[in-house]
Nanobody
Framework: QEQLVESGGGSVQAGGSLTLSCAASVSTYNSPCMGWFRQAPGKEREVVAGIYMSGGMNPYYHGSVQGRFTVSQDNAKNTVYLQMNSLKPEDTALYYC????????????????WGEGILVTVCS
């Protein structure tokens, strides 16, 4: 059964850091591409970062988080992480972990499995 469970969200002051974790079931962790998306109030869901699980290509980052966020994986734990540094109030959103059965880009439609989301609030 495909399953993705996010953890690590919460509230933080601007300039602070948080690390999100996405624990995946074995079948889901075998997905070749996994990504982090976010949805702020009143806005559409957007990709934050994506990782090619084979390690054959560099991760993808949205321009707004480039240099501040880092996506990584721990194969022993079937877990993907999103390290978020220098957080800004505009980073406030529900963050979702997603996985794709085939790598087809970093859009919502390219993802096949989704977690339920976790809230990140950045206070100014």
């Amino acid at each position: 059964q495909e399953q993705l469970v996010e953890s690590g969200g919460g509230s933080v002051q601007a300039g602070g850091s948080l690390t999100l974790s996405c624990a995946a079931s074995v079948s889901t962790y075998n997905s070749p591409c996994m990504g982090w998306f976010r949805q702020a109030p009143g806005k559409e869901r957007e990709v934050v970062a994506g990782i090619y699980m084979s390690g054959g290509m560099n991760p993808y980052y949205h321009g707004s988080v480039q240099g501040r966020f880092t996506v990584s994986q721990d194969n022993a734990k079937n877990t993907v992480y999103l390290q978020m540094n220098s957080l800004k109030p505009e980073d406030t959103a529900l963050y979702y972990c997603a996985a794709a059965a085939r790598c087809r880009g970093w859009t919502q439609g390219a993802m096949d499995y989704w977690g339920e989301g976790i809230l990140v609030t950045v206070c100014s």
